[in-house]
């Protein structure tokens, strides 16, 4: 199933739900309109696409992704992390998670980050989309997975899409490990500037209208109204679903890969297959500003601490 059209872009699915590959462009070069309506209607449907052997630095990346949105800074807790003049560049590496929340935290985690997430998501308005580009990869292992969370609710039975619709969770950095409580740099940093948001479960995709499952094992820290218990039982069954093999598609890494993914329906897993063998994994990642969750009942998420993250 490949298409091209007039910009010579082949558009390859990789999965039945999730992923597809695109060929024919030079992420480098300005694309035309056609280009980037192929790669947005790409990403509509498949939630994340890849290209391979590309050549970009951090200038050209950021430039590629402008042309899809406004890009942020590299993250809201990057600090002096961000490589000189590109503070919109978030640098994901076994050192740099070092540098920025400490090595025990990154223990805690994984050596390029948690486990099943969007990004950011306890921002009042997480980012639309991401975009990763590889530098250093292993010559083995290290492949990151991705699953189309529209897909995963239209997956669940009507009864529970029924129920769900209705809730709404609080997302808070941090809060997989108790993150607050340590003596990490990763602590100081949600004890003086907490990011938290409560968004629906269930959110309106903005441009296909889809409705999305909306919580992540990361960032999602309670559903707001239950018992703990009732909380914990409803989050446990979701994320169950969320990892389902065919929701997913795993990307393997090479030098020049990039992948672009919508940061509102799919989630992804940082690989933690890597880690003893001491290889070395250097990727840089930007993101688009993204807009303010809509629920089913068109009631829009609400913050709890931290600001509105806007263009870098």
Do not use: C
Request: aromatic share 8%; proline share 8%.
């Amino acid at each position: 199933m490949t298409s091209a059209t007039e910009t010579r872009l082949q558009v390859t699915p990789l999965s039945g739900w999730t992923g597809a590959l695109i060929g024919g462009v030079d992420l480098s070069q300005s694309l035309s309109d056609g280009a980037v309506a192929e790669i947005r209607d790409a990403l509509n449907k498949w939630k994340v696409v890849f290209f391979r052997d590309q050549t970009l630095d951090h200038a050209a990346q950021i430039a590629f992704g402008a042309q899809f949105g406004d890009v942020t800074p590299g993250h809201p807790y990057e600090g002096d992390s961000a490589p000189p003049e590109f503070p919109q560049i978030h640098t994901v590496s076994p050192a740099a998670y070092d540098h920025r929340y400490g090595p025990k935290y990154r223990k805690k985690q994984s050596a390029n980050g948690p486990g099943w997430h969007a990004d950011v998501t306890p921002l009042i308005n997480p980012p639309s989309h991401s975009i990763l580009r590889a530098e250093v990869v292993p010559p083995y292992g290290g492949d990151t997975q991705f699953t189309n969370v529209a897909a995963v609710y239209q997956g669940l039975s009507e009864s529970v899409r029924g129920l769900i619709d209705g809730l709404r969770a609080e997302h808070r950095f941090g809060a997989s490990v108790s993150a607050e409580r340590s003596d990490e740099k990763i602590g100081e940093l949600v004890r003086t500037n907490p990011l938290a948001s409560i968004h629906p479960v269930v959110r309106v995709h903005p441009e296909t209208g889809e409705r999305v499952l909306y919580v992540n094992p990361s960032f999602t820290r309670e559903i707001v109204g239950l018992s703990p218990r009732e909380s914990r039982h409803i989050l446990d069954l979701l994320f169950e679903q969320i990892g389902r093999p065919e929701y997913t598609v795993r990307f393997k890494w090479e030098p020049g890969s990039v992948a672009f993914w919508d940061n509102r329906a799919a989630l992804h897993l940082a690989p933690r297959d890597t880690e003893h063998l001491g290889f070395d994994r250097v990727l840089h990642r930007i993101t688009l500003v993204g807009d303010i969750p809509v629920g089913v009942d068109g009631v829009a998420s609400e913050p709890l601490s931290g600001e509105f993250f806007g263009a870098a």
